[in-house]
């Protein structure tokens, strides 16, 4: 079955029509995947990381990557929400931009085009010298029958300043975060393996649970790590693929061994499980070793020595009873 049409997801016409000829080829490839990655999914924003920017859109340098989204964002076509320490939240703006309605020179740079996204509408011959001074001064005009007071129309932008305040981007919570990242992981696994998209795991009040209670232990960096590990141990084995689901990746009995062997993995390289034995990306095969033991037994001492960051207070303190942690 051909993987084109059937899963696909909307841009809209007028990005083709109106705003593609002013950005560059890279700027273009990095909108379709925030578009990808947001309304392809249903969402209103997503994390996405530079790593994720530099796969998918075949670009090698980090430098690169930024200035093409930094042009995204002066034109007004993609907005960001960035975050100390974490990785920054896309949003699509759903206005595009007005371009002037001019031909372009074919020598015209990105930048030159880029240029008409932001400029000025032209003025009419007939128009006043207020008329004009009005426009240059980029003030949109008010209508007749709006119910703003004098100081709105003189200053309209006050009132997208209130309303910017008082509405802010949301922000979705950190479990949806997690899910949202389950379950791309496996649309991609479904994608790599010709399978039809699956629909993906909602976010129901077990579930939020259940994932809130990992988050309240382990950060999320650490809890994104174990759906890669288990998606790349399970993904291709037909019996443990059916695994690959909320309520066994987070169990609370088993979560504290996937974390340890998401660390051992991720030290190693992330290799990738072929025939039940780990494959390293030059081909070298790992030799199988026992799994991590179980962190609820008393008798186990798997997080001796470690720097595990536990957030909850009782959590650490009851491992450290236990003599499981420093």
Request: glycine fraction near 6%; proline fraction near 7%; charge should be positive.
């Amino acid at each position: 079955m051909s993987k084109f049409i059937p899963n696909s997801f909307q841009i809209p016409n007028a990005f083709v029509d109106e705003v593609m000829f002013a950005l560059s080829g890279n700027a273009v490839k990095a909108y379709l995947l925030v578009a990808r990655k947001t309304t392809g999914w249903q969402k209103e924003s997503d994390f996405i990381s530079i790593d994720q920017f530099k796969q998918f859109t075949g670009i090698n340098r980090d430098k690169t990557i930024y200035e093409i989204l930094k042009e995204l964002e002066e034109v007004g076509l993609i907005r960001t929400v960035k975050t100390a320490g974490r990785t920054t939240e896309f949003y699509l703006v759903k206005d595009l931009p007005n371009v002037e309605n001019k031909p372009v020179a074919k020598s015209a740079t990105s930048g030159e085009k880029r240029h008409q996204l932001q400029k000025t509408p032209p003025v009419a011959k007939s128009a006043t010298s207020g008329e004009k001074r009005h426009q240059l001064q980029k003030t949109p005009p008010v209508a007749e029958n709006a119910t703003a007071t004098p100081g709105e129309k003189r200053h309209p932008t006050k009132t997208n300043n209130k309303t910017n305040i008082n509405n802010p981007p949301i922000v979705p919570p950190a479990e949806q975060v997690v899910l949202d990242y389950l379950n791309m992981a496996l649309a991609n696994l479904a994608e790599e393996q010709g399978e039809r998209k699956p629909t993906g795991y909602k976010l129901t009040d077990k579930t939020k649970q259940a994932i809130g209670a990992r988050l309240a232990e382990f950060d999320l960096g650490v809890c994104k790590r174990v759906v890669d590990y288990l998606v790349s141990k399970w993904g291709r084995d037909p019996k443990m693929v059916e695994y690959l689901r909320p309520s066994t990746i987070f169990r609370p009995t088993n979560f504290g061994e996937y974390v340890v062997g998401s660390e051992r993995w991720d030290n190693k390289g992330r290799p990738e499980m072929r025939d039940g034995a780990w494959v390293m990306a030059d081909g070298t095969m790992l030799k199988p070793k026992g799994s991590a033991p179980n962190p609820a037994s008393k008798s186990t001492d798997w997080a001796k020595g470690r720097q595990i960051q536990i957030r909850n207070p009782q959590v650490a303190e009851k491992l450290r009873k236990m003599g499981m942690l420093k």
